[in-house]
């Protein structure tokens, strides 16, 4: 579903390039107190990638794994290529990788997001990093966010998340711990002001 819904849009969809931020009423645990960077919206669905979730992995585990270097040369590389972000993207195919990135790395497989961010999911990314030929900006994404058509309106209609335009600096920031504030001092909100309930003053 996530490459189909991105390279079937014929134009950008109202929620692309924007952040679906939880409200604290979020019933769904995958998503308590989470920020989602969405990529692609259309009357299909959309799909994006949980931006403030650990995870356990790390980006040489994943190398390992891929066989893509053996134990002696991970120590050799470069300590911003081993500890190069990864993030739990979402509860759908959480063992699949995707890397959100900076557009001056392109591929054949990159798909533009937003004026500024691609997105690959090819293992021709993992590689460029790898060599130190990767993206100036990047999150690896284990898993992904995605909704079946109707399925994000409704959620929001019924008061589960906020939305606001994405700020780059927040996708990519590493700093979890208060990426959820943060976010939500993008619309001038605080946690403490959210009601669980809509339409109540």
Not at 59 to 77: A, P, T
Not at 107 to 124: F, K, N, Q, R, Y
Not at 130 to 144: A, C, E, F, K, S
Request: proline share 5%; charged share 20%.
């Amino acid at each position: 579903m996530a490459i189909s819904v991105l390279r079937n849009r014929r134009e950008r969809g109202f929620l692309d390039g924007h952040f679906l931020i939880a409200m604290p009423n979020m019933a769904d645990t995958n998503f308590a107190r989470t920020v989602v960077y969405i990529c692609a919206h259309s009357e299909d669905g959309a799909m994006g990638f949980v931006i403030n979730r650990p995870q356990p992995l790390s980006f040489s585990d994943v190398l390992l794994h891929l066989q893509l270097v053996g134990e002696e040369e991970l120590i050799r590389l470069p300590g911003a290529t081993r500890d190069f972000p990864i993030r739990s993207g979402g509860p759908v195919e959480s063992g699949r990788g995707f890397v959100l990135h900076s557009d001056d790395y392109m591929s054949e497989s990159s798909i533009p997001v937003s004026d500024d961010i691609c997105l690959t999911a090819t293992l021709d990314i993992v590689k460029a990093i790898t060599r130190g030929r990767g993206p100036r900006r990047g999150l690896m994404m284990l898993g992904y966010a995605g909704w079946g058509a109707g399925q994000i309106e409704s959620e929001i209609g019924a008061n589960g998340w906020l939305t606001c335009p994405a700020q780059e600096e927040l996708i990519f920031d590493t700093n979890l711990d208060s990426k959820y504030e943060r976010a939500l001092a993008l619309m001038g909100v605080t946690p403490a002001m959210l009601s669980a309930e809509a339409g109540h003053a």
